[in-house]
């Protein structure tokens, strides 16, 4: 009787720690395992082989379900428009915004010759305008501070065109404030940022500041093409090429 049931202790412990360690650790070799309750080898027939297997956990087995879940996110990932940080699209669409009033008031202020002092329109125009290049030196820190969503795909003329508009409008975004700053201080105006805190003259009135109104101008104007360059293409990219192109500044 005592060895019946040291048979059968026997017989549980190997079933029992042949499963649990072979799950754990998938210790086995050509079908032979070592039963830590006896001394002798036990050898399976390749029927319980294939069911140990498919029982048994491999060591790997988490990394490369984690590698196919990168792999799964980092598609959808793609598959999903970038989107820029809030502090960048805030700075975007406060610049949209002061260009908009910008233009606004140039087209509907008096002409600068006849304007002794800024006042009216005129003072809402250089207050704006320095307003301007205080967001813009804003954006180039911010800019050099963080990285960029890639560009979206496109042909290599097309990602040309889109540089050099980018970096034409960054340049002119700086010029045309420079020179009505310039400008100002030629005319002898108080220029002060966003209308409230003084700035230093940059010119004398003697000097040729007064001239650089046409360049303020011509500058403006090649400016404000580029901007409708820009609305155009986002325009092609959002309606033709339907890859939400608008939404990374949404």
Known sequence: MASRVLDAVRAICELVITSSVGYVSGRFVGGIFRSPCSSHFVVRSRKEDSLLERRTWHPHFPVLIQSKMNTQSTVRFRDTPLRYDAVSRLLHWLSLLLLVAQFSIGWLMPDADSVKAPAGL????????????????????????????????????????ATAVHVSMYALLLLVPLLGWLNASGRGWAVRLAGVWDMPQLATPDSLGA???????????VLLVLIGLHVFAVLVHQIGFKDRLLQRML
Do not use: Y
């Open 122 to 161: 005129v003072a809402w125009h250089v207050g704006i305008g320095t307003s301007l290049l205080a967001v813009f030196a804003a954006r180039l820190v911010w800019v050099a501070m963080r990285r960029s969503p890639g560009p979206v795909d496109q042909h290599g003329m097309l990602r040309f065109l």
């Open 211 to 221: 001239s650089i109104g046409e360049w303020h101008s011509a500058s403006a104007t």
